[in-house]
Nanobody, 112 residues
Framework: QVQLVESGGGLVQTGGSLRLSCAASGGALPNRDMDWFRQAPGKEREFVGGITWRGNTIYTSNAVKGRFTVSRDNAKNTVYLQMDSLEPEDTGVYYC?????WGPGTQVTVAS
């Protein structure tokens, strides 16, 4: 089974940007939608955005619309989450997902 590993998290100031990566290991990215979720301390995991297999449709939650976008490079077996205009409320652990498969997550901290 393909496993997922996120990277690219870190500490950034309000208004800054980060690009997260989600690399598939043990095989190619699956031929299906790939999603990003996040979980803030003390809160439930929430959907952030996703992308279809061919990359022709991208969808994001209202909380990040206009600031975040998802992309994928199937040749590199990697999905990306570009995050701009970051806010302290974006702080949390970010996970990529397909079906029941989750990566271990990467921490994003936005300082005010």
């Amino acid at each position: 089974q393909v496993q997922l590993v996120e990277s690219g998290g870190g500490l950034v100031q309000t208004g800054g940007s980060l690009r997260l990566s989600c690399a598939a290991s043990g095989g190619a990215l699956p031929n299906r939608d790939m999603d990003w979720f996040r979980q803030a301390p003390g809160k439930e995991r929430e959907f952030v955005g996703g992308i279809t297999w061919r990359g022709n449709t991208i969808y994001t939650s209202n909380a990040v619309k206009g600031r975040f976008t998802v992309s994928r490079d199937n040749a590199k077996n990697t999905v990306y989450l570009q995050m701009d205009s970051l806010e302290p409320e974006d702080t949390g652990v970010y996970y990529c997902n397909y079906g029941d498969t989750w990566g271990p997550g990467t921490q994003v901290t936005v300082a005010s």
